[in-house]
């Protein structure tokens, strides 16, 4: 201690030093002091060494983050600590007739010169201790277990909702039944196959008789090929089937890539189904049990609180404190894990568990928000000194590089390998989902196929009455006509050919050389025969 004024009645206070040679004196008494530091276990701010057989004291036996936090604090001012842990476990909560405990009450008893850990600046502490500028912000979440994934066979189907299905089945069938009736009514998809006659009035025959190759099951076949992006072996021939395909064509086009980019959104943003999304849906349920730990901050903010849904959820923790105050985090963590629990406490603390713990995860956002900072008695002359510090550390990124190398646990390791990036992820709002396309999102694209449909009805009336005009059966008759000409003169034809080739055959006959058999007698009684060739006098 030293003497910085003095005061009288008549004219107050004098300083003899400004406030800044106070500041320096300070820091100078600060450097190689010894200050007495109290922290209580709560991993991963203070946890003891793995190779320390017991609690009871010594900075060689415990670790964590506020550890190396107070050591680089040490570095920077130059003090000496004994760190030690709380006696009775806590953290500090008044009772009834204004009395604190835990951490807060030695420090107010001015039985340790600062306290360490994850202690929660609330208005309550600030009123009974000094605080120095939070090093950590954080706020109250919800730790839940993981459920576990369900197999849906039918997730191709998610990105579409179910009426925009039935209407995409109800466009296909439709937009094949009216290729089918068009093509049957554009006369311009009726043709003869190439086998058959080659005149239209070669018709009696079944096998030469015009076909339509756009019947029912090829108009189904085609609108499948069509809206897979696949090719078939039957093409619209008319102007008005060739503006159904088109239309369909554009449908299918636009269809699927509504499809694949929302089923795109859907495999991004996949996440399991939880049986309660916040904090509201946690306090309207009565299956999930709900609690926070008994002796903290957390308690005191429900405790206090006048806001729904948090001041029912109070009075269902305090009806039955033994299923849902833990007296411990870790012993909160151990029921989450049992399942059909969930704890309410800090996101800072549920962000490395999740980190460790694949099991776990955070549901929804967080309650409040507050901050973590380092607890001094009242009137503290080093409390700006510290808050200094932490602020330093927190420019040079000493702070951020300990919380990395603290939190960094093999899921987020896991998650950062499957993103592909090297930063630490944030804690996702669990209520961001992609949304199911409706009609009204895809009610353009069926009004883009009526249209099409439309125009191309009205092209195959126009080809039908074109062709049942009477201009056109004059034409069609006088093809009939030149039909049965070329009919009559291809018999002519044939009977000639059938003539000449009679004759020709006859004559071939008549030509032929004469043969006769000339039988000659011997002298022994025998007879020898031979054939002898004459050749008829033709001249």
Request: glycine content about 8%; aromatic content about 8%.
């Amino acid at each position: 201690m030293s003497m910085v004024g003095t005061w009288d009645e008549r004219s107050g206070v004098h300083y003899s030093k400004n406030q800044s040679e106070v500041y320096e004196e300070v820091a100078h008494t600060l450097r190689n002091k010894t200050l007495r530091v109290v922290t209580i276990v709560s991993e991963p701010y203070v946890l003891l060494r793995k190779d320390s057989k017991t609690s009871s004291a010594g900075e060689d036996r415990l670790d964590g983050y506020c550890v190396d936090i107070l050591r680089q604090m040490a570095l920077l001012l130059g003090f000496r600590f004994e760190l030690r842990l709380v006696r009775d476990g806590t953290y500090g909560v008044v009772n009834a007739r204004g009395e604190w405990s835990g951490i807060i009450r030695e420090v107010m008893d001015r039985e340790a010169d600062l306290a360490i850990g994850d202690l929660t600046i609330t208005v309550s502490r600030s009123r009974a201790v000094d605080f120095t500028l939070p090093f950590m912000h954080t706020g109250i979440g919800i730790l839940y277990r993981r459920p576990v994934q369900e197999s849906r066979l039918f997730y191709f189907l998610l990105p579409l909702s179910l009426d925009v299905w039935l209407c995409l089945l109800a466009a296909y069938l439709g937009s094949a039944l009216m290729l089918h009736l068009a093509a049957r009514m554009a006369p311009a998809e009726w043709h003869v196959p190439r086998h058959g006659a080659k005149c239209d009035c070669d018709r009696s025959s079944g096998a030469d008789s015009p076909r339509n190759a756009l019947g029912l099951g090829e108009s189904l076949w085609y609108a499948t090929a069509a809206l897979l992006f696949q090719g078939c072996e039957t093409s619209p021939r008319a102007a008005s089937t060739r503006l159904i395909a088109i239309s369909w064509w554009v449908f299918s086009l636009i269809m699927v890539s509504f499809y694949t980019a929302n089923m795109a959104a859907f495999l991004v943003n996949e996440k399991l189904q939880f049986p309660i999304e916040n904090v509201h849906d946690l306090a309207a349920q009565s299956k999930i049990k709900y609690g926070c730990m008994s002796s903290g901050s957390t308690e005191t903010f429900f405790k206090e609180s006048k806001l729904e849904p948090y001041e029912r959820m109070w009075t269902v923790m305090s009806n039955n404190r033994e299923d849902s105050l833990a007296s411990s985090t870790g012993e909160g963590v151990e029921r989450v894990r049992r399942g059909d629990y969930a704890f309410l406490m800090e996101a800072a603390t549920i962000e490395y568990l999740t980190d460790r713990d694949c099991q776990l995860a955070q549901i929804g956002g967080l309650l409040d928000s507050k901050g973590y900072g380092f607890a001094l008695p009242r009137g503290s002359p080093y409390t700006a000194h510290l808050s200094e510090a932490i602020l330093r550390l927190q420019e040079t990124g000493v702070i951020a590089r300990l919380k990395k190398q603290w939190w960094m646990g093999h899921c987020s390791q896991q998650r950062e390998k499957e993103r592909g990036s090297s930063a630490l992820s944030d804690v996702q709002d669990s209520s961001e989902e992609a949304n199911a396309l409706g009609v009204s999102n895809v009610g353009g694209v069926f009004l883009v196929l009526l249209g099409g449909l439309g125009v191309s009805s009205v092209c195959v009336i126009l080809e039908f009455v074109w062709k049942t005009h009477p201009s056109s059966k004059a034409k069609k008759k006088a093809l009939e006509r030149s039909c049965d000409i070329m009919e009559l003169s291809k018999k002519e034809s044939k009977t000639s050919l059938e003539v000449l080739a009679t004759a020709q055959q006859d004559r071939s006959i008549s030509v032929l050389p004469a043969t006769t058999l000339q039988v000659d007698v011997v002298d022994n009684g025998e007879a020898s025969a031979h054939a002898q060739q004459r050749r008829p006098d033709v001249s």
